[in-house]
């Protein structure tokens, strides 16, 4: 039975642990359950390999409200500043681990949480669930996507190299911009979709980069365009779009980069409540089930947060984190 499990090792999970560390918590009565082979899974997965990890990024306040906090810097920068973290505070991470399932035992001793995992079953007096919303990227609904093209049509652009092809993004936020640059520099000609006419989500920088890339005819940019089906041809995907200004055009490789998904039903299984979509939780991210909280980009808006964000949900959580474990703490040492 551990004191404190959190689900995910990515900001929120290792900034909840560090936390807990910092206020005396024993290493070896929290532990973190990652699914993924290192830490930061989905930075590593999402990620492009030069990309520059801005402190305020989708324009959120970089503005630090607990233990952790960063500055500008490059996606190694990032994963070893995790390393570090990790170090410095001796925090326990069992990786290669998926949680499937969560129920809550009520017991005499006031209750525990049940942790079904890819790995065996885990115990904890409290739970904080900080996987994220990068591992279920949004998909069109618009359109269907065929199966025979699945090769070619992608979430992410780490999973295969894409270089000397005919790549087209479909987006309009920081991560379709930051794929561009990437997949430009990657030796392939880059055609970007965006259904608006105009970029309001992007920060200032990525905004600058696309547009001076689009001005010197590196990139060719769709504004306004929307993608109504996609065709097999031959193997590669063939874009049919509603306004006959754009032409129906083939590519070899299609990323899409519309954002992720709160994971709603495997919350849902654990009676979390919702409301207009999103999980409620108070300010230090308690749910209606007592001693399950969320942190991280799972409850900071439905398109995600920051790295920021996530480290600041972990330091509202912990004080009421910190009091239901030394409340545990004391039962435990309690006679019988
Ligand atoms: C392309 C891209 C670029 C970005 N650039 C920036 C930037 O420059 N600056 C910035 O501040 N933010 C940036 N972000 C956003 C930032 O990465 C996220 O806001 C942040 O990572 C959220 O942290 P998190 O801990 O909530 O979730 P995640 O980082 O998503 O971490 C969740 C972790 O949980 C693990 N996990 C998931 N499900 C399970 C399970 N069932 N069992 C066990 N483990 C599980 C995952 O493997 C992962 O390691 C970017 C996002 C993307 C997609």
Redesign the pocket.
Known sequence: MFDLVI?????????LAAEARAVGHDSATVLI????A???????????AH????????G?V?QCEGLLC?T?MSKDE?ITFFDQVIQSYQINIRYD????AVDRHEDPDGGHFHIE??KGIFDARVLAI??????RPNKPKEYRLPPSLKDRLMF?ITTRRIENEEVLIVGGG??AS??VQHLFQQANRVTLSYRQHEFKRMNDGNLAALMALEQRREVLILRGSNIIELQDDAGRPRVIFREESYAPRSFDSIVY?L??TT?VN?LRTLGVAFENGMPKTDRAGETNVPGLFL????I?SKS???????FN?AARAIKRVDKLMRLEELRAAAPA
Do not use: C, M
């Open positions: 689900i995910g090792a990515g900001p929120a999970g290792i900034a359950l990652e699914k993924g290192l830490h930061n899974w989905a930075i590593r997965q999402y990620y492009p990309k520059k990890t801005t402190a305020n990024y989708k959120h970089a960063i500008d990032t681990i998926e949680a499937f995992t890819s900080a996987i994220g919303i990068l591992g992410d920081d991560t930051e794929y980069a954002g992720g994971p495997f942190i991280g980009d799972l900071v995600g947060g920051s790295i920021i964000t996530a949900s």
